[in-house]
């Protein structure tokens, strides 16, 4: 009954001529607000509602009837099966290449890479959840790529998304495998690269790249997509440490 209640408001809410609801994968979160205010002064008119959470989360959602008309994901796999499911109505198109950063709030020496996870002071490592978020795919991959993995894993602090690994990495563990992204919010400006963060070799892992799909056939909806691959759009995500 909640379940069917909750989808029956966010139905009746995109409804609203203006309105629109969009489903973003949880490392687009520091860099949301600004894309949303720069589409708003293209199309003031259009109020844009945020669904944030892991990819695979979302996923499942929108398999579940959750009446989102956009899709950013953090990979290409999970719109692609909305795809092939028809339940997306346009072909993936990437629209952000994300990165991996190794980062702790305490000053590290970063000289010997990914390395420093195997040390004894490293007692427990913040990564997302393979199973539901792509940068922990990724995490997994370059941990492997290093051979590293089997020695660290009893480390791992798992976060559903990237932005719960973010905060697992800020509070509860010694280091995180984040996205490079949510270092250049506001909140994390006071960690300086190099001391406290240092970006990972994208060769250990294969490209993260980010995919957006129309789901409801909409100006509206079209409008942010078409924003989200603008020019504009790609200058505000380099901002935010994305590769395009």
Known sequence: ?????LTLLFT???LIAGKINIAVA???SYAIDELKAEFSKLHPDTKVQ???GSSGKLTAQIKNGAPYGLFMSANMNYPEALYNDKIAITKPVVYAQGALALFSVKKQDFSEGVKLLTTEKIKKIAIANPKTAPYGIAAKEMLENSGIYEKIKKKFVYGESI?????????AADIGIIAKSSLYSSKMSQYKENLNWVSI???LYEPIKQGVVILT???EYRAFYDFILSEKAKEILKKYGYIL
């Open 201 to 203: 070799d994208t060769t």
């Open 50 to 52: 945020v669904i944030l």
């Open 1 to 5: 009954m909640h379940k069917l209640l």
């Open 26 to 28: 949880a490392n687009v």
């Open 163 to 171: 932005s719960q690994t973010v905060s697992c990495a800020v509070t």
């Open 217 to 219: 056939d909409n100006p």
């Open 12 to 14: 009746f809410s995109s």
